[in-house]
């Protein structure tokens, strides 16, 4: 069985990409699948991230990372990799679309994060545009793989609005461009919302190793355990709308 390969990508930096990344692998390997993540982020943001987790305990050996700068190397650790995990996940650089001809011939879909903000509105559409024009460029525009949009660093209360007033958090002109953002671009219906324990994640490790924490109560709040817990199933969700490319259908979004 071949690894399914998720690339992602923006032509800006900022735009939750390696937060993105840590959350599916975090979603991947809670869920008892091993996963490869791959990062040619010259920063080597994963990279630094996941040896301070194993440094501080909170790695699981389900997870393997991997930096590379260059081009063959990314094809190399596909390869290697294909059949000894069942996810591999791809972290690009932040500027420029040097890697994204190669990413896109190794990936099963590519995913695009965008922030609700009009710098990032119009880098996504940049994005979309080289999509496009990529299909255009290959013998096969079917071997071209899906793209979906996520939208990223969203306020919580979009999680469970009705359609109906402005949601917590956001105001007529955030939501005005959300909505813009649904009908243009028609993102994956499971956004990323704005949540402390995604920060936790960022800062110290996978979030089933923190939930695993929590419970066995090394914090002092074991309450916290309930927002990991949370936090987890949404990361599933979001993986399971990739997967299907489940969309959001109207502009009132969620």
């Known amino acids: 069985k071949m690894a399914i390969v998720l690339g992602m990508m923006t032509k800006k930096g ?3 990409k390696s937060t993105l990344t840590k959350l ?5 390997v809670f869920s008892g699948h091993k996963c490869l993540v791959i990062d040619l982020d010259p920063n080597e943001d994963i990279l630094t991230w996941w040896t301070t987790a194993t440094e501080q305990g909170n790695h699981d050996d389900r997870l393997t990372v991997r930096a590379t700068l260059n081009s063959e190397d990314l094809f190399e650790l596909v390869d290697e990799h294909d059949e ?5 996940l791809i972290d690009t650089k932040g500027e420029g679309a040097d890697w994204a001809d190669h990413l896109a011939s190794v990936s099963d879909r590519l995913i695009v994060p965008c922030l609700n903000s009009r710098s990032d509105a119009e880098r996504t559409r940049e994005t979309l545009q080289w999509y496009s024009d990529l299909k255009t460029r290959v013998d096969d525009p079917a071997s071209v793989p899906p793209l979906h949009v996520v939208l990223t660093r969203m306020p919580t209360s979009l999680l469970s609005y009705d359609g109906r007033g402005t949601p917590k958090g956001m105001t007529g002109n955030d ?9 243009e671009f028609r993102p994956l219906k499971s956004i990323v919302p704005e ?15 923190l939930l695993v924490q929590a419970r066995n109560g090394e914090w002092k709040d074991k309450g916290q355990a309930l927002h990991y817990e949370s936090a987890l199933a949404h990361a599933t969700d979001l993986m399971n ?4 490319g489940e969309t959001m259908e109207t502009v009132d979004g969620a």
């Open 14 to 16: 900022g735009a939750g």
């Open 24 to 28: 599916l692998a975090s979603a991947v």
């Open 84 to 88: 000894k995990v069942e996810f591999i």
């Open 175 to 183: 939501m005005a461009r959300y909505k813009a953002m649904v009908q």
């Open 195 to 209: 949540r402390s324990q995604y920060r936790d994640m960022d800062e110290r490790g996978l979030l089933g190793t």
């Open 241 to 244: 709308c990739i997967l299907t």
